[in-house]
């Protein structure tokens, strides 16, 4: 064997150890990593938050393929914008764990075509909304009705936080307890969808503080009713008006624009927050009609800046608060004119306190509302002077309870009407205080107990409010002295249940007004229309059909056809000479009609109908 070096070999067998080493710890580096990316799954197109993985949890979750399957999320509140969890144009299919109320929407931000869901769908493709279309989700725990779903109709949008974010229902009427729809304290923000206005009051029953919107608000923390305040609701179609509309009567006038344009509100009484009319900073003009002054204030509550006003202003940036800044208002009467001074002249005293104290006002006519003199529930006391007497109610145009004032009456509280009560006003004047004197003579005596027994009026002349001489719902017997006759009504102003009298009736309980029930009398002198024959020109009605039955010539205006006890009884109709009439249904020339200009054997085919008419006009032609 020829000699060799051994050292050469001895380095190659170590060589070859090394790489074979290196060689196994790269294969089982490798298997290590395939091992690793064999577990991971494929990567969502966004990342899921924890809280929407579809784990079993409440809520409602969303596939994106058929029959809830591919990939999934959960949701239990509203996402505007879906593609935040790359799931926008991707819902095919939703499945609901618990009770819950849905509407997708194609669009972002809750727009575009939609569907509601109130429970699980496995294929959206026959839905509004469509397969794979899906950009936006409003989602509300339980069941929501139909008419308060956010789902783009018109009405007032409520939602629980500020940014339109949070629950949102939508409402198109009044809600006197928000709690009963579950968003009782809890409302933060406000949107519109059409013109409307609302205002939100923070106690139940529309009491409390109280802010009005007339469009979005994105955050309630500046109003007046603030966040999560809100208990009542009320809700108007269209833009807000005042109970005082600007129909020319007295007050102070506020326009949103110069000159006097624009929208308007009339104000009579202080406002602490012109926000609960919407009219925050908006006043650019104002206008007065009658004996007022205003004061204007920049904040609320009647502080900041201010400006007095006892004239017209075309441009409040005149003025020291400037236009479009005033928040509240002050209004007082200025000084009286001479015609309601209390001067010592005739007429009806009203005093603000007892004992004919404090501001007076003096009054000559009826007055169907004392708000625009400044006196609404303010009277405390009365004075007559000069032979007056006066009734006082408690809401306007003589309605409510009332009170009959003879005498004067230093402290008005052990009255009816009530102290700091009277709204309305009817005067008397001395010729008309009481009826004539139950003398004998001729004309309608009315008792107030049976038999012609009891306090007694004398009328000849129309009595349309028996309560201005205390009569109302007292008569009881009816006497007739002379050729007068009268029909009793069981209302106001010659309405309501009627029955005529020609004789003398000892007890009304048998009648149909019936007992202590007539509140208005009409009285005439003469013998009832009966006795005029259906001869000559005129329109006649006749009670049966083809021109028989009880027959009455009428040659002007009925307005009240029980009068003549011919109420809901024409049948037929007749017109001899250059007439022509008109048949209503109701009182007043009201309700359905039909005109005649020849003969009508039966009214059963007019629009009136048979048996029907109560009004007649007759027209001369």
Partial sequence: QPPYDAAPVARARKGLDLMQRFLRRAAALLAAILVICASISPRPTAAQPTGYRCDGSTGVYFYTGLNHSGRCLRLSSHVGDLSSFGFDDAVSSIRMDGVWTVVLYADANFSGASTIFSGDDPNLIDNAVGDNRASSVRVWPGVVPSDQLCDGQEGVYLYDLPGYGGRCLRFAATM???????????????????????????????????????????????????????????????????????????????????????????????????????????????????????????????????????????????????????????????????????????????????????????????????????????????????????????????????????????????????????????????????????????????????????????????????????????????????????????????????????????????????DNQATSIQVRQGDLPDTIACVGEGVYLYQDPQYQGRCRKFVGDIPDLRVFDFNDIASSIRIVGPYSARLHADLAFRGAWSEFRSDAPDLTDSVVGDNQATSLQVLRR
Wanted: aromatic fraction near 10%; include cysteine; hydrophobic fraction near 35%.
């Fill in 176 to 514: 006197a307890d928000l709690g009963t729809s579950g968003v009782n304290n809890t409302i933060s923000s406000i949107s519109f969808v059409g013109i409307w206005t609302a205002t939100l009051y923070a106690d139940r029953n529309f009491a409390g503080d109280a802010s009005t919107f007339i469009a979005n608000d994105s955050d309630l923390a500046d109003n007046r009713i603030g966040r999560d305040r809100a208990s009542a609701l009320r809700v108007q179609r269209g833009r807000y008006t005042s109970a005082l509309s600007c129909d020319g009567g007295a007050g102070v006038y506020l326009y949103e624009r110069a000159q006097y344009q624009g929208l308007c509100q009339r104000f009579i009484n202080d406002v602490a927050d012109l926000r609960s009319y919407a009219f925050d900073d908006t006043a650019a003009s104002l206008y007065l009609v009658g004996d007022w002054a205003v004061t204007l204030y920049r904040d609320p509550g009647y502080t900041g800046v201010s400006a007095e006003i006892a004239r017209d202003m075309p441009d409040l940036a005149m003025s020291a608060v400037g236009a479009g800044q005033a928040t509240s208002l002050q209004i007082r009467r200025a000084a009286p004119s001479s015609e309601i001074a209390c001067d010592g002249r005739p007429g009806v005293y009203l005093y603000q306190d007892p004992q004919y104290l404090g501001r007076c006002l003096r009054f000559t006519a009826d007055t169907p509302d004392l708000r625009p003199y400044g006196f609404d529930d303010l009277a405390s006391a009365v004075r007559l002077v000069g032979g007056y007497s006066a009734m006082l109610f408690r809401e306007p145009d003589f309605t409510g309870v009332s009170s009959d004032i003879r005498d004067d009456d230093p402290d008005l509280a052990d009255n009816a009407v009530g102290d700091n009560q009277a709204t309305s006003l009817r005067v008397r004047e001395p010729s008309a205080a009481s009826p004539v004197a139950c003398d004998d003579g001729p004309g309608i005596y009315v008792y107030a107990d049976d038999s012609y027994l009891g306090r007694c009026i004398k009328l000849t002349t129309n009595a349309p409010d028996l309560r201005i001489y205390g009569f109302d719902d007292q008569a009881s017997s009816i006497r007739v002295v002379g050729d007068y006759t009268a029909t009793l009504y069981r209302d106001l102003r010659f309405t309501g249940l009627a029955s005529s009298v020609e004789g003398n009736n000892a007890s009304l309980a048998d009648d149909p007004i019936g």
